[in-house]
């Protein structure tokens, strides 16, 4: 890494926001990094209200959604872990750092007012494939569609 610009306070530092530290999904920024360590990163843009360059870690390392979504189709039946709930459906890990979601009206056969009705964190389960957009890197998942054999 070169030194790069000079930061107001701290020269040569550059800055990583979260959603540019890792293409999986992490609870902290430890996670992922330690204070201290060096790191070699892509420059994204140089902030001159703040004086400091913008960086990423993640696009150092190979994109795992679109190595994924090369290789599956759209009625395909794989099997995740769930790994968040949220209000409108839950997020399933299908591949390592790949995750998609199942909507609440694809979570179960009848309809369900929560996911926790129909899932839990840590909980596996089938899915089937509906839709893939490699551009946005979302995946969109159905428990409801997968055959009742594979649950």
């Given at each position: 890494?070169?030194?790069?610009?000079?930061?107001?306070?701290?020269?040569?530092?550059?800055?990583?926001?979260?959603?540019?530290?890792?293409?999986?999904?992490?609870?902290?920024?430890?996670?992922?990094?330690?204070?201290?360590?060096?790191?070699?990163?892509?420059?994204?843009?140089?902030?001159?209200?703040?004086?400091?360059?913008?960086?990423?870690?993640?696009?150092?390392?190979?994109?795992?959604?679109?190595?994924?979504?090369?290789?599956?189709?759209?009625?395909?039946?794989?099997?995740?872990?769930?790994?968040?709930?949220?209000?409108?459906?839950?997020?399933?890990?299908?591949?390592?750092?790949?995750?998609g979601l199942v909507r609440l009206r694809?979570?179960?056969?009848?309809?369900v007012r929560a996911p926790e009705e129909?899932?839990?964190?840590?909980?596996?389960?089938?899915?089937?494939?509906?839709?893939?957009?490699?551009?946005?890197?979302r995946l969109l998942l159905s428990r409801?569609?997968?055959?009742?054999?594979?649950?």
């Amino acid at each position: 890494m070169d030194e790069g610009p000079g930061h107001p306070v701290f020269p040569g530092v550059g800055f990583i926001t979260y959603a540019e530290l890792s293409w999986g999904r992490f609870e902290a920024a430890s996670d992922v990094v330690r204070v201290g360590q060096r790191v070699s990163c892509e420059f994204l843009v140089f902030d001159t209200t703040n004086g400091e360059a913008r960086l990423s870690l993640k696009t150092m390392r190979p994109d795992p959604f679109q190595a994924f979504s090369s290789g599956v189709r759209e009625g395909q039946v794989l099997h995740g872990r769930v790994t968040e709930l949220v209000p409108f459906g839950a997020f399933v890990e299908v591949a390592d750092g790949v995750e998609g979601l199942v909507r609440l009206r694809e979570l179960a056969e009848v309809p369900v007012r929560a996911p926790e009705e129909a899932v839990r964190v840590g909980g596996e389960l089938a899915v089937v494939v509906v839709q893939i957009d490699r551009e946005r890197r979302r995946l969109l998942l159905s428990r409801r569609q997968a055959p009742t054999g594979s649950r």
